[in-house]
């Protein structure tokens, strides 16, 4: 059996980890250190002291950080993963995080004979605890292979983007286009109120129609419309999830206004609410810029 270390075990490294435990033995570590303790608990695993510790033993080590900053800061030092990584291991990255670092992560380590790859994920929380995650994996076909039996635990569509660093500009355009339709159906649906037409009769319309989206079909009704807002994913980490598509719009060469501008307004909501906020909050700010309640 494969041993696996976790590192990061927030709101979706968690249920992500839970599975692992259930196929595979495992051992996790977490900066707070008391829910690496509680967890290996939980499920019968064994909690590392740092990542050193963790990546001892370990065939695949994974990690689910907020930013690639956070990932590649893990690295180093007598406490780091390179302190403790096995011959031959395996990082995979489950952060959404940013293709630039993820390239100069996989470089630094091949040499030294160990594998990269980048595995972000969505489906959310719900998802994670029912194994039911998209997973988009870059790197090289043979540490996809390696990697995809563990991925299998949390994952249940695990595709291979392309070379290191392409699974999370897959993410990051993913989660920009969720942003994007965050901002134009909460602007449209302010305007709309505004106007007369209360809130639930306009999505009865929309979502038999042409702007129908995952936003107005599910999270407005099931979510916005209740003031549910679970803080299962952070306002923050879609902002910076949008940021890094801006980015690699700019880097690919493609004038990308649509996405910058949804970056900029997801930053100016982060800055008003806070770094805890929850995802959907961003129709508050455009809420209170309009004068009107869309949940009312
Ligand atoms: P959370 O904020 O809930 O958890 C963050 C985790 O990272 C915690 O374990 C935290 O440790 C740890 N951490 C934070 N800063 C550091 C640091 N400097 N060094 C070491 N560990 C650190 O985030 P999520 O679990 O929601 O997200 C993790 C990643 O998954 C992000 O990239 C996010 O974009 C992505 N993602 C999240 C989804 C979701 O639904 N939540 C869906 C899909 C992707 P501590 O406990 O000590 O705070």
């Known amino acids: 059996m494969t041993p696996v270390a976790f590192l990061g075990l927030g709101a979706i490294g968690r249920p992500m980890a839970v599975r692992v435990a259930a196929r595979f033995p495992l051992t996790v570590w977490n900066r707070t250190g008391a829910r690496a303790t509680e967890l290996a608990a939980e499920v019968g695993a064994r909690a590392a002291a740092t990542p050193r510790e963790a990546a001892q033993g370990a065939a695949i080590v994974i990690t689910c950080l907020p930013t690639s900053a956070e990932v590649e800061a893990l690295l180093d030092g007598p406490d780091g993963l390179l302190a403790g990584l096995d011959p031959g291991a395996l990082l995979v990255d489950c952060t959404s995080g940013d293709p630039a670092t993820s390239r100069r992560i996989a470089a630094r380590l091949e040499p030294l004979g160990f594998g990269f790859v980048d595995a972000p994920v969505s489906g959310g929380t719900n998802g994670a605890e029912s194994g039911t995650l998209t997973v988009m994996v870059g790197g090289e076909p043979q540490l996809f292979d390696r990697a995809a039996p563990v991925l299998a635990a949390f994952g249940s569509r695990i595709v291979r983007m392309g070379l290191v660093g392409s699974g999370h500009a897959m993410k990051a355009v993913n989660n920009a286009l969720l942003a994007v339709n965050i901002l134009a159906v909460g602007e449209g649906l302010a305007a709309l109120v505004k106007a007369g037409v209360p809130a639930r009769t306009a999505l009865s319309v929309l979502n038999a129609s042409s702007g129908r989206s995952f936003v107005s079909d599910t999270l407005v009704p099931e979510r916005v419309l209740p003031g549910a807002f679970p803080k299962t994913f952070k306002l923050s980490l879609l902002q910076k999830d949008a940021g890094i598509a801006a980015g690699l719009l700019r880097d690919t060469g493609v004038s ?41």
């Open 256 to 296: 990308g206004p649509v996405i910058d501008l949804a970056w900029r307004l997801y930053g100016e909501a982060r800055a008003i609410l806070g770094e805890d906020a929850d995802y959907l909050e961003a129709i508050k700010v455009i809420e209170q810029h309009a004068g009107v309640e869309i949940r009312g």
